[in-house]
């Protein structure tokens, strides 16, 4: 019996499982969904159908009899919500990792059990900080449209830097990240404070700052969400050079 189950197929799925795989362990995925299960076999993944939302299903994944860490991370929160309660339930000891999406859900997903709560979003902007901080891929990430990646989703994506006005409502307010992803759908890398120099300031590194007249916010979403949120924030057009 396998001791570690990830519980969905999705790109973050996929991810956590080719890292646990990286790591010398021997993963499967259990998938409820008979189309996603077909392309995870297809795909040479090992996998069994079967719905985790039940104490029976659990079980037999080994839920208390040999299952050390459960990944709860289907595009659904509410399945992640229920499977985390039954399988905490069954077993205390069991390390639980969920999926959830902003403060509430990862609130909601603790109470319910999970020892730890993977927000899509956050593991994408630091994944492109990261990139962002090394100068051979600056340029790259700059005059390139970045490709589909394996955590937001198959639209092509692209870095856009937002330019706070004078007369923008975010002027005077902090960053707030979530903010942007829920009004804009867009992940904020950092903060490019012209006070300060030109060294961007990365959210990843627990950013608390408040926007003034001149900062430039660095995004990472598809061109439309920029674009729209660049017509909102400063009032000008959006120009990707």
């Not at 995925?29 to 090992?46: C, L, P, Q, R």
């Amino acid at each position: 019996m396998r001791d570690v189950v990830v519980y969905g197929f999705n790109p973050l799925a996929v991810e956590v499982y080719r890292d646990i795989k990286v790591r010398g362990r021997t993963p499967i995925f259990a998938i409820d969904d008979e189309d996603k299960f077909i392309a995870a076999v297809g795909s040479g993944y090992a996998a069994l159908f079967i719905d985790l939302r039940h104490d029976a299903k659990l079980r037999e994944v080994g839920a208390g009899s040999g299952l050390k860490v459960l990944f709860c991370v289907d595009e659904d929160t509410s399945k992640n919500l229920i499977t985390t309660i039954a399988a905490r339930a069954i077993d205390k000891e069991l390390v639980i990792v969920a999926r959830g999406l902003g403060r509430h859900e990862r609130h909601k997903l603790i109470l319910a059990g999970a020892n730890k709560v993977l927000d899509p979003y956050e593991l994408a902007a630091k994944k492109f900080a990261m990139l962002y901080k090394k100068p051979a891929i600056v340029e790259m990430l700059d005059n390139v449209i970045l490709k589909p990646n394996e955590l937001l989703g198959d639209e092509d994506l692209e870095l856009g830097e937002i330019v706070i006005g004078p007369s923008s409502s975010f002027c005077g307010k902090i960053a707030d990240t979530e903010e942007l992803r829920r009004t804009f759908g867009l992940v904020a890398i950092g903060i490019v404070d012209k006070e300060r120099g030109e060294r961007m300031i990365y959210f990843v590194e627990g950013l608390s700052h408040k926007l003034d007249t001149g900062d430039v916010l660095v995004v990472l979403g598809r061109k439309k969400d920029i674009i729209h949120a660049t017509r909102v924030i400063t009032g000008e057009k959006y120009d990707n050079g």
